[in-house]
């Protein structure tokens, strides 16, 4: 991906509308795990455009395949992937279409997150409500949440889970689907069926899952040294 232009024509409103919904969206948000607003306006026709940062990566399913990750350092690029959604629904913010194809991984192994085109601001954001719902919410229904299903709001749980359904999705596209009971745990609780029962946000499932990825390489850790000290008696 490189300088992303967002031109949409004169004549479509509710395009006109989505597109200024993400730039005031973006430009509400200050994360390293946020693409970043470089500049918007609008062409001499009145049409209006996005330029977003230029972003050298793969989406995070493909640089997770492709690099042959191993679980434990998936599950580190999803903390860092729910550590930035915190910030996102901290502004008031719901993405609304989480998922792997709208994570791009940095050639330096940084997750970030993109296109905030169905993005939906509540009312605690200091952004205007009631401006910044347009039209019915895109979504991708494998990653959507009940809820949305449903054609219901979309909260902040929403996106928790999408998040841990895009989580077990990477992994099995990974062969990494044989997971132990403690992360089978996490992504249970993410992606439950009632939002009242998730994690109450995307800052305690990225606690969950660096919880689970610490004791998994203490676990590692003992195994190698009982591993060492077998070796060093034979």
């Keep these: 991906w490189g300088r992303h232009l967002d031109l949409m024509l004169s004549g479509e ?11 005031r969206v973006l430009a509400a948000l200050d ?11 609008a062409t001499e026709a009145g049409a209006p455009f996005l330029v977003l940062r230029a972003i050298h990566g ?7 395949r492709e690099e042959t990750l191993d679980a434990m350092s998936i599950v580190a690029l999803f903390e860092d992937v729910a550590r930035a959604l915190q910030h996102v629904h901290e502004k008031g913010i719901v993405h609304r279409d989480v998922k792997p194809h709208n994570v791009l991984v940095t050639d330096d192994g940084t997750p970030i997150l993109i296109d905030f085109g169905a993005a939906r ?4 954001s200091d ?3 009631g401006n910044l719902t347009v039209g019915a919410a895109p979504h991708t ?3 959507a949440s009940p809820e949305q299903e449903r054609g219901e709001t979309a909260t902040p749980s929403a996106d928790v889970y999408a998040l841990g359904v895009s989580l077990r999705s990477v992994l099995d596209e990974c062969g990494r689907s044989r997971i132990d ?4 745990a996490v992504l249970d609780r993410a992606s439950r069926e009632s939002s009242d029962r998730r994690y109450g946000s995307a800052e305690a499932l ?5 919880d689970w990825r610490v004791a998994a390489e203490q676990r590692g850790s003992r195994l190698r040294y009982r591993a060492i000290l077998g070796a060093l008696v034979l």
């Design 13 to 23: 409103d509710e395009a006109r509308a989505r597109l200024d919904q993400e730039r």
């Design 31 to 41: 994360h390293p795990g946020v693409v970043p607003i470089v500049d918007a306006g």
């Design 58 to 64: 793969r989406t995070i399913d493909a640089y997770a």
């Design 121 to 124: 601001v509540t009312e605690r």
């Design 127 to 129: 952004l205007t409500a």
């Design 141 to 143: 229904p494998a990653f």
């Design 181 to 184: 009971r403690g992360l089978a």
């Design 206 to 210: 990225a606690d969950a899952l660096e």
